[in-house]
């Protein structure tokens, strides 16, 4: 059966620095990936998604950038934190290459930027 | 701007009644729907999906599609205190975009 991690769970970051966020899925080859941000009684915002190694879709402009260095590793990363990019972040997973498939989330970062 | 729409409630149902979640989209060519269960402090879990007009059952779950209205909704029946979350609806036009509603907190009340 398919398995995806992420870590770390939770985070406290101050303003200005790095950040990186790893998501890893198991028992599947070649899956769609997708980074969503979540803030406080809000919905998911897709920020990006990967059909493939090095293929990144970025859906929203802001200071996140994502990788796929590998087949089932999908990093998210920042070089300045914003307070703004405070949220649960969730990696998700789906079958195939082509889209409209369902879609399998990871337990999620909760980041706290202070 | 595509969207997703759900009413954010709180939804209130007793225990053993049936829960009515509704939920409708902006663009006639989705094709796919899905409905996520999230509970407090966790992530999104996958209860259903819906691909073609009418009826889908699993267990206690009834998802409903009416592309033509472009409403789907989902039947929770014998609510248990357990389903008390917040239910997200997802709608797929095919590509590799879901959308998400906003979500509708359900409270069963034991």
């Known amino acids: 059966s398919q398995t995806i991690h992420q870590w770390p769970a939770t985070l406290v970051q101050p303003v200005g620095s790095p950040l990186s966020l790893e998501c890893t899925v198991e028992g599947t080859s070649n899956p769609n990936l997708y980074w969503y941000r979540q803030a406080a009684g809000r919905g998911l915002q897709l920020l990006f998604y990967?059909?493939?190694?090095?293929?990144i879709s970025s859906e929203v402009p802001q200071n996140l950038s994502a990788s796929r260095p590998q087949d089932r590793q999908f990093i998210l990363s920042s070089k300045k934190l914003l307070l703004s990019d405070s949220g649960f972040y969730l990696c998700?997973?789906?079958?195939?290459?082509?889209?409209?498939?369902?879609?399998?989330f990871g337990p999620g970062t909760r980041l706290t930027v202070l | 701007q595509k969207e997703v729409e759900q009413n954010s409630g709180p939804l209130s149902v007793p225990e053993g009644a049936i829960a009515s979640l509704n939920c409708t989209y902006s663009d006639r060519g989705s094709q796919s729907f899905f409905w996520y269960r999230q509970y407090s402090g966790k992530s999104p879990e996958l209860i259903m999906s819906?691909?073609?007009?009418g009826d889908k059952e699993d267990g206690r779950f009834t998802a409903q599609l009416n592309k033509a209205s472009q409403y789907v909704s989902l039947l929770i029946r014998d609510s248990q205190p357990s389903d008390s979350a917040t239910y997200l609806c997802?709608?797929?036009?095919?590509?590799?975009?879901?959308?998400f509603g906003a979500g509708t907190r359900l409270f069963v009340k034991a």
């Open positions: 990967s059909v493939g190694i090095g293929q």
């Open positions: 819906i691909y073609s007009n």
């Open positions: 998700a997973w789906s079958e195939g290459t082509s889209g409209g498939r369902e879609q399998f």
């Open positions: 997802a709608v797929s036009t095919g590509g590799f975009k879901t959308i």
